[in-house]
């Protein structure tokens, strides 16, 4: 393959990860509206994931890109896909939130992509560049100013293990997709995926370890309007995770998991925005001035144009 063609697919990955990274950010806002007007965060976590399995499934159903073969030949990676990548990032995130304020959950779980890239230097013995890590470096400090660290209260141990669990999670997500060898389509992938995920988080609310609470509320209020919980659902659903998973893995599949994961640190920035123009939460100036910082680290980790894509 040529530098030229080389150079070209490691920015329409990078295109796939930034649309990810978009998607993926809306999901706080859309979340929060139908929690507010009654949802459990579980029973949201289980129409998000659910609806998602739904839609996939009917792609797959259509376009039969190999299930079968895939399930038969990756099995071990597609159920650890559905329990760490889908239900357990979730799952994880919502009890820890229950010990620590949203913004150190959140920060726990976006310990994420240093995991990934700890994981690609170590086990697959594949050092970053400089750039790269200058790149996380400088993401990382970006992300300590959007969330605000400092603001919260002491991290109960069972949070903390929580929020640990959250990241390690969200690592699995960027390190099953980018395995080496895998020849599961990103359609199969995000699809059995999700119905596995959608299992897990069903069979933890019956018996109980996670309270599914669904209504149908008359307001679900963004932007100032009512869109209702059928259209918030469907954006959840259909913008913030079939086209979140799918141009994720994309995006995995050519720029690798360690520049994927960095990116994937705009979903902060725009979680941030979107909460203020849609929500009304306005973010502090160190706050922007923070997403400034993850914009810059993650443009450090894009490849020169005059070399091949860095082996992450």
């Known amino acids: 393959m040529s530098t030229d063609t080389t150079g070209r697919a490691a920015s329409v990955g990078l295109a796939f990860a930034v649309v990810s990274a978009l998607s993926f950010g809306l999901s706080g806002p859309f979340a929060k509206a ?21 839609v996939v499934l009917l792609l797959l159903a ?13 099995a071990p990676a597609l159920l650890l896909y559905g329990l760490l990548a889908m239900a357990g990032v979730q799952v994880a995130f919502f009890n820890a939130v229950r010990y620590m304020p949203v913004s150190i959950a959140l920060l726990l779980e976006y310990l994420g992509p240093v995991l990934v890239i700890a994981w690609v230097w170590v086990v697959r013995r594949q050092p970053p560049s400089r750039r790269t890590l200058l790149g996380a470096g ?38 099953l997709a980018d395995r080496a060898g895998a020849q599961t389509p990103p359609l199969v ?3 059995v995926g999700m119905a596995v995920g959608t299992v897990v988080v069903a069979v933890l609310g019956a018996v109980g370890l996670l309270p599914i609470v669904l209504t149908t509320p ?16 469907a954006l959840l659903v259909l913008v913030s995770t079939v086209l979140a998973y799918l141009t994720g893995i994309f995006a995995i599949r050519r720029i690798g998991a360690a520049r994927g994961s960095l990116v994937a640190l705009l979903e902060v ?6 909460g203020w123009l849609l929500l009304g939460e306005v973010p502090a100036v160190i706050q922007l001035a923070g997403g400034a910082l993850i914009l810059l680290g993650v443009a450090l980790t894009r490849p020169r144009p005059e070399t091949l894509p860095e082996t992450l």
Do not use: K, M
Not at 62 to 74: C, E, N, W
Not at 227 to 232: A, D, K, N, Q, R
Not at 269 to 274: M, T
């Open 138 to 175: 400088i993401a990382i400090l970006g992300l300590l100013l959007v969330v605000q660290i400092w603001s919260g209260t002491a991290i109960a141990p069972a949070g903390l293990a929580w929020g640990l669990a959250a990241s390690v999670c969200q690592a699995s997500y960027f390190l």
């Open 189 to 191: 992938l995000a699809g």
């Open 62 to 74: 259509v376009l039969r890109p190999g299930v079968v073969a895939a399930v038969r030949h990756d």
């Open 34 to 54: 139908l929690i507010d007007a009654g949802w459990s965060s579980a029973g949201t976590a289980l129409v998000r994931i659910g609806g998602s399995a739904v």
């Open 269 to 274: 920035v725009v979680s941030a925005l979107a």
């Open 218 to 233: 008359s307001e679900v209020v963004l932007a100032g309007t009512n869109l209702g919980w059928v259209v918030t659902a």
